[in-house]
């Protein structure tokens, strides 16, 4: 059992560099000849770290708590070694890689002093912070004067960071937390995860199961923060390229889960996990569905939409709808089914539905939303979308301009100023007098002008505007009418019809119709209207 936050690995790069076996020996040696002492520690730290592998094993094995006694002071005794043998590994590369970096600056000087002027103001091309012929940057034409200043700077500053131990501080610093990672500290939570070192699991795991938390990291939520981590980790997370399908608007910890269980996967190996049922559809999840699609090979897609009733939701105590993806580490394109069950138990009477990604990128390419559809209403969103354009092609669903929080100061009761209207009050085809949450608000203009100036032309503006927030179980989830003369919360969504200039009323007729209103249903899975 290994308690290890998942998300994080050990970055032993460096590391690696200096314990591997020497491209060019004679490159990097004074002398050109391989450093016997050098190769020599290195099978003895090879021989060492296989021989802990062998104890971890042999730990399953013993029937007294003598013999687990004796394995785990092998255990701590060894890494230990390992340790030492590690530091000395780089002392020696190190030691070697200064006497390398000296002779190149002495070289460098030596060419700057002994060339004529003439020669140190020819343009020469130089490859803009290259390091051992390792191009990181575009090659750039300068002098040879500025190209070999730039390389005695280079070299010196590499010198002082081996002299200074820093460099050896920095190789040794992620490599220590993985020599001395304890597998019996059963109370002590890792904040890495390495298969490899904790597992000896090279090429990936057969299964990987599990239900990931969710959450927005370090944002607020409902008068309260979801998911908090350092901001060091956060970091870690927006950077880390590997999590770039996860990375979109807003980072949900579930998907970064998802994206980290795929990668642990050795080919063919399946993943079957419960996460939120805002992965079929939303759009902050488009590019992981793309990622997904593309690189693995769904096999099965279960849908509990059920949130609202205790008893039939998946999770009691958590009121959220869920999903459970099964697939396999293997080349996407088949074909997958898709069950949709009206309460927490799989439902084995529910007929499914065949579902493909090129099923899935004919009827919404720019997402691809997995519909929560029967096989015949499937079929009346291929006819709907055959020979069709979007209505984000003609025009776009924007948020009401007044924030309920940052813009409360401009708010007042007072009924003689103009109108603002909240997703509560907005109905189809009409304006709720009274509405079921809150009471009527208007905007005091002086103070909306000196906070936000630009807000009040929004007020002259004839819209379509909309419910910012419907019930997934709702029959009506779009519900909008025309408004004018008047302001809108950040709880209603209107449609900005600059693009195209549509008629007004045309677009109303459109979004509160049933057809629309049919397939808005189908590829929604949260509460959002947008």
């Known amino acids: ?145 500025v190209k070999l200043t730039k390389e005695i700077a280079a070299y010196e500053s590499k010198l002082a960071e081996i002299k200074n131990d820093s460099k050896k501080q920095r190789l040794l610093k992620d490599v220590s937390r993985l020599i001395n990672w304890n597998p019996f500290a059963f109370n002590v939570a890792e904040d890495f995860l390495d298969p490899e070192w904790m597992f000896g699991v090279k090429d990936g795991f057969d299964v990987v199961i599990g239900n990931p938390p969710y959450g927005l990291i370090n944002k607020k939520q409902n008068k309260g923060f979801s998911i908090v981590v350092d901001n060091e980790v956060f970091e870690a997370y927006k950077n880390d390229k590997s999590y770039l399908p996860a990375q979109n608007r807003g980072i949900n910890i579930y998907r970064l889960f998802v994206l980290k269980s795929m990668y642990l996967l050795r080919r063919g190996g399946v993943f079957c996990e419960i996460f939120p049922l805002a992965y079929a559809g939303d759009l902050s999840a488009s590019p992981l569905r793309a990622f997904v699609f593309e690189n693995y090979n769904t096999i099965l897609f279960d849908a509990f939409p059920e949130r609202d009733d205790e008893k039939k939701r998946v999770f009691e105590a958590v009121k959220m709808s869920v999903c459970i993806l099964t697939m396999t580490n293997e080349p996407g394109g088949s074909s997958f089914e898709v069950r949709i069950h009206s309460d927490k138990d799989l439902s084995v009477e529910y007929k499914s539905v065949a579902l493909s990604p090129e099923m899935i990128r004919s009827i919404d390419s720019a997402n691809m939303t997995i519909p929560l559809v029967s096989q015949q209403e499937m079929d009346a969103l291929n006819s709907m979308c055959m020979n069709a354009r979007p209505l984000r092609d003609y025009a776009r669903c924007a948020t009401g301009e007044l924030d309920m929080t940052f813009a409360k100061s401009v708010f007042t009761t007072d009924a003689s100023n103009p109108t603002m209207h909240r997703g509560a009050a907005i109905g189809r085809y009409l304006i709720h007098e009274q509405m079921s949450q809150g009471e009527r608000l208007y905007v005091d203009e002086e103070k909306l002008k000196s906070l936000r100036p630009k807000l009040l032309e929004k007020r002259n503006l004839e819209r379509v505007a909309l419910q910012g927030i419907t019930g997934v179980n709702e029959v009506i989830r779009l519900k909008a009418t025309m408004i004018e003369n008047a302001y809108c919360a950040n709880s209603v969504n209107y449609i900005d019809n600059q693009l195209l200039r549509l008629d007004n009323y045309y677009l109303l007729g459109l979004v509160n119709s049933k057809i629309l209103n049919f397939y808005f249903a189908k590829f929604s899975t949260n509460s959002n209207v947008n």
């Open 1 to 145: 059992f290994v308690a290890a936050n998942s998300l994080l690995s050990v970055d032993i790069g460096d590391m690696r560099d200096v314990l591997q076996p020497r491209k060019i020996a004679d490159a990097r040696t004074r002398e050109g000849k391989a450093n016997k002492a050098f190769e020599e520690k290195k099978v003895e730290l090879v021989d060492k770290i296989g021989e802990l592998r062998n104890v971890r094993h042999q730990l399953f094995l013993p029937k007294t708590s003598d013999q687990k006694k004796a394995l785990r002071q092998r255990d701590e005794k060894l890494r230990k070694q390992i340790e030492a043998l590690t530091v000395a590994l780089c002392d020696t590369r190190l030691k070697e890689q200064a006497a390398y970096l000296e002779d190149r600056l002495k070289d460098a000087k030596k060419r700057l002093d002994g060339a004529s002027e003439e020669d140190l103001n020819a343009s020469t091309s130089t490859i803009q912070d290259a390091w051992f012929g390792v191009a990181t940057k575009t090659k750039k034409t300068v002098t040879l004067r």
